[in-house]
């Protein structure tokens, strides 16, 4: 079995922060394992894909400027009856953050959500209708924070016209900001629907954007079991079996509540540690069936 890592054209901004490859210490493990791994770029042109039995879509992180396009990469490995990991049902599904509507309707703990179609004008009455003198409001379709703007009330007349012309050609999500994330961000990691290691990722000083490229910092601290199980619920209800899944979320009241659930392309926080790899790797064999 041949097996694409896909990955793509690297940018200074994501590798900022990151002092570890990620992409090339899995690639080196699973050869290791005596599996046949090459790492590719998602949409370059040169790539034959009829290579491959199986693509895994690792760090596909530009994906969002090309959104039509990587679902037409994903239908394409589908039309030719390449195994995508995750399946393009999956990521399709997670791809826009309306998902996190639908994790709403099945009584899923979920940062309130609404939406801002493309188009569309912000509503002022958001303040009321989701309870809060700030809000965040970023693209539907976005990586990395991204176009992410936090506004308060108060300042609402010096962003609006920011807001506006942002949705002129997007979908947004507006949000209540949440001063917990000052607290740190919990990612919890599952691969083949077990847990295998978590990381809490803390903003650095008077900031709110976690990622390592806002300057960011991540811990690896032991979570509470409960909170393992709460993340792992949200599992239940994805269409498909996900080789991996990044569940994201805060600690408020002392339970876990989803921010993301990264389905697509998350940094895993593998760190080289071989435990963490091999629960990647046990998780690949069950999937495809490779021994």
């Given at each position: 079995m041949k097996i694409a890592l896909a990955t793509y054209t690297k940018q200074a901004k994501f590798e900022q922060g990151v002092s570890v490859d990620e992409d090339a210490d899995l690639s080196h493990f699973l050869k290791a394992k005596g599996l046949e791994v090459e790492l590719t770029i998602w949409n370059d042109p040169r790539v034959d894909w009829k290579r491959f039995d199986t693509v895994i879509i690792k760090s596909t992180w530009d994906y969002h400027d090309q959104p039509e396009a990587f679902l037409t990469w994903m239908k394409d490995l589908e039309r030719q009856s390449i195994?995508?990991?995750n399946s393009r049902q999956t990521v399709a599904w997670n791809y826009h953050k309306k998902y996190l509507g639908e994790v709403a309707d099945q009584n899923?703990?979920?940062i309130p959500s609404r939406y801002l179609n493309?188009?569309?004008d912000f509503d002022p009455n958001l303040f009321v209708d989701l309870k809060t003198e700030k809000i965040v409001v970023k693209p539907c379709v976005s990586a990395g924070a991204d176009n992410t703007l936090v506004i308060e009330r108060a300042m609402l007349d010096q962003h609006i016209q920011v807001v506006n012309r942002l949705s002129r050609d997007r979908d947004l999500i507006v949000q209540p900001f949440l001063e917990s994330i000052r607290e740190g961000e919990w990612s919890f990691m599952f691969?083949?629907?077990v847990y295998s290691h978590c990381a809490l990722k803390t903003p650095k000083q008077g900031d709110f954007r976690v990622q390592h490229h806002h300057g960011g910092s991540v811990s690896f601290p032991t979570a509470d079991a409960s909170h393992i199980i709460q993340a792992q619920s949200y599992l239940h209800i994805l269409p498909d079996p996900t080789l991996y899944?990044?569940?994201?979320g805060v600690i408020l009241d002392g339970n876990f509540v989803?921010?993301?659930m990264e389905l697509i392309?998350?940094?895993l926080f593998l760190n080289s540690q071989d435990q963490w790899m091999e629960n990647f790797y046990q998780a690949l064999v069950q999937m495809t069936?490779?021994?």
């Open positions: 195994r995508l990991l899923l703990p979920v493309r188009g569309s691969f083949n629907g899944a990044r569940i994201d989803l921010m993301e392309e998350p940094y069936k490779i021994l």
